[in-house]
Structure formats: C-alpha cells, structure tokens
C-alpha cells in the first residue's frame, strides 16, 4: 500500500491518503475514508470514480492533469517518493516540495497523489 503524506510548515506531516495494491485511490475525509479513484498501471493514466479521465504520468516523469480548458504540466514525482509541484513558468523559482509517497510500487501512484491532492496547494501558490 502507497501511503500519502502533505508536507506542512515545510517539516511537519500528515497522511492524507493512500492507494491500494489494486490501484484504488483512498482520501481520509474525517473520520471516514472515500474511494477518489483509480490507477491504471499500464497506461500510466488516473481516473477518477467515475472513469473519466484526470491525468496522466509522461515517459520523462512530468505529470499532466486535464482540466476543462485543456491540459496543463503541474509537476512531477521522484524515485524517492518526493511529489513537486511547478511554481514558476519562467523558472525563476524552485519548484514547490508539497508531499511525499510511502510504499510507492510506481511513480503513476505520486502522480495520482498530485493530481487529486495537492490542487488547493497548487491554487495557493
């Protein structure tokens, strides 16, 4: 099981969900726990509960989230289990460290996180 983790103050962190070995992607809502989605491993794509189509994981690591006026680059997922989000599209700013992976069985896992996690943050920024 992958278990995701926000990074908070730059240190602090709180599991916020997790995905199964099926590829089922769980968000800790409260005192309960909700199906959000799903990975399909072999085409590197997320989808949400209803099957449409969220994202997807680009050969070279970048994850692209589609949104009502087209598809966007939001950031990317390391080995190591490090989630970013882009800050900047002239990159004059480092790129935004906003969670990491545990238990991560592939990098499409980090990119389902960033996609159904992390949006507020990327909004924030």
């Known amino acids: 099981m992958a278990e ?3 990074i908070a103050d730059g240190a602090a962190e709180l599991r916020i969900g997790w995905i199964d070995t099926d590829g089922k992607i769980y968000a800790r809502r409260a005192s309960k726990h909700e199906c959000v989605g799903w990975v399909d ?3 590197r794509e997320v989808r949400d509960r209803d099957d449409e189509l969220v994202g997807w994981l ?3 690591g970048e994850v ?3 949104f009502e006026d087209g598809e966007a680059g939001i950031g990317y997922v ?3 289990g490090s989630l970013y989000f882009y800050c900047d ?3 004059s700013e480092e790129d935004l460290l906003v969670g990491r992976m545990t238990g991560m069985q592939d990098e499409i896992e980090g990119a389902a ?3 159904f996690f992390f949006e507020d ?3 924030a920024e």
């Open 89 to 91: 599209p002239d990159e």
């Open 58 to 60: 680009e050969e070279e």
């Open 4 to 6: 995701i983790y926000r």
């Open 64 to 66: 692209v989230g589609l």
């Open 41 to 43: 491993y072999d085409e």
């Open 78 to 80: 390391r080995a190591d």
């Open 121 to 123: 943050v990327a909004l």
């Open 113 to 115: 996180a960033l996609l």
